[in-house]
């Protein structure tokens, strides 16, 4: 939905104790949604077979032919039939600001769900990983992962706020990826206790997305890679921005990409969603997706990209 305002003209700071308030919102538009559905859809888009895994609700049957169809792995979707799917429920204001609601729905069934019968049904697992879902899934499937030896990304994102210190310390230790965004760093330090350098001990990279300032990669060593974004046409929707920069540096290391490269890559699906009104909305155009990071990166960088795109 979209508030034809400002939320900080509505909120009295002598009065946050009391709040309650009712936007009048001009636009609700319905689209499809979820980290994991948003990150598997521009996999799929850019020529990779995601295999998505999650729990979801009798409402599921367009969804999933949607995904398949633009070259989704369901298989590892366990649907439960008395419940409803997970839903966000979004309103933007004026200044891209957000104020959401989620419901979980079937996404509490997470949990029951094992990844290896799935990594035994499609074969060695590359990567996994571990987005926003419900805690105990999260903590199971990367429990699991450290057991059995898959490689694995941790990304936490908006269930940060809902775990504590200890549970995020075991998300965390051991990851190939640590995704975040600033933000989200700053909550994941203060609530582990843990400084950078302590975090840079558990994970192999770290990759912390700065909004419009980019994104900044740390190796073990404490080697930084700082990345900048490509410039945008249009703010249209923030949401599934995140998401897409994910499956853009996922794809892009997934086909051989440096990770330069593959942020690169990823800057490049994260604005193409920021352009377009729902983050599975957006089209991919080879020609013009490598006109972009010439202009962004150098012809010498899309000429590299180019090597892990699909031709059509």
Same mark, same amino acid.
């Given at each position: 939905?979209?508030?034809?305002?400002?939320?900080?003209?509505?909120?009295?700071?002598?009065?946050?104790?009391?709040?309650?308030?009712?936007?009048?919102?001009?636009?609700?538009?319905?689209?499809?949604?979820?980290?994991?559905?948003?990150?598997?859809?521009?996999?799929?888009?850019?020529?990779?077979?995601?295999?998505?895994?999650?729990?979801?609700?009798?409402?599921?049957?367009?969804?999933?032919?949607?995904?398949?169809?633009?070259?989704?792995?369901?298989?590892?979707?366990?649907?439960?039939?008395?419940?409803?799917?997970?839903?966000?429920?979004?309103?933007?204001?004026?200044?891209?600001?957000?104020?959401?609601s989620f419901y979980a729905g079937a996404m509490a069934r997470a949990r029951d769900i094992e990844l290896g019968p799935v990594a035994e049904r499609v074969g060695n697992l590359d990567l996994v990983l571990i987005g926003a879902n419900d805690p105990e899934a999260m903590l199971r499937h990367t429990d699991e992962c450290r057991q059995r030896g898959f490689a694995f990304a941790a990304d936490p994102s908006q269930q940060l706020a809902r775990m504590d210190g200890p549970q995020i310390r075991r998300l965390v230790e051991g990851a190939t990826?640590?995704?975040?965004?600033?933000?989200?760093?700053?909550?994941?330090?203060?609530?582990?206790?843990?400084?950078?350098?302590?975090?840079?001990?558990?994970?192999?990279?770290?990759?912390?997305?700065?909004?419009?300032?980019?994104?900044?990669?740390?190796?073990?060593?404490?080697?930084?890679?700082?990345?900048?974004?490509?410039?945008?046409?249009?703010?249209?929707?923030?949401?599934?921005?995140?998401?897409?920069? #994910?499956?853009?540096? @996922?794809?892009?290391? =997934?086909?051989?990409? $440096?990770?330069?490269? *593959?942020?690169?890559?990823? /800057?490049?699906?994260?604005?193409?969603?920021?352009?377009?009104?729902?983050?599975?909305?957006?089209?991919?155009? #080879?020609?013009?997706? @490598?006109?972009?990071? =010439?202009?962004?990166? $150098?012809?010498?960088? *899309?000429?590299?990209?180019? /090597?892990?795109?699909?031709?059509?």
């Open positions: 939905m979209h508030f034809p305002g400002k939320f900080n003209d509505q909120l009295l700071a002598e009065q946050l104790k009391r709040v309650s308030l009712s936007f009048l919102v001009d636009d609700l538009v319905v689209k499809r949604g979820g980290v994991a559905g948003n990150i598997s859809y521009a996999l799929g888009v850019l020529g990779l077979r995601p295999v998505l895994v999650g729990a979801v609700g009798m409402d599921f049957a367009d969804y999933r032919s949607w995904l398949e169809r633009h070259g989704v792995d369901c298989s590892g979707v366990h649907v439960h039939d008395d419940v409803h799917t997970a839903r966000f429920v979004c309103t933007t204001d004026d200044d891209m600001c957000q104020i959401a990826y640590l995704l975040t965004n600033d933000y989200e760093w700053g909550l994941l330090l203060h609530k582990t206790g843990w400084t950078a350098e302590q975090v840079q001990e558990k994970v192999e990279t770290r990759i912390t997305t700065l909004g419009e300032h980019g994104v900044q990669i740390v190796a073990r060593d404490g080697s930084e890679l700082k990345i900048g974004v490509v410039s945008e046409t249009a703010k249209v929707d923030p949401t599934g921005v995140g998401d897409a920069f #994910r499956a853009g540096f @996922l794809a892009g290391v =997934a086909r051989g990409l $440096g990770h330069e490269r *593959a942020a690169q890559l990823g /800057s490049l699906i994260a604005v193409i969603v920021l352009e377009t009104d729902g983050a599975q909305e957006w089209r991919w155009e #080879r020609d013009r997706g @490598l006109e972009r990071l =010439a202009g962004a990166y $150098g012809p010498a960088a *899309a000429e590299e990209i180019a /090597s892990a795109l699909p031709t059509v």
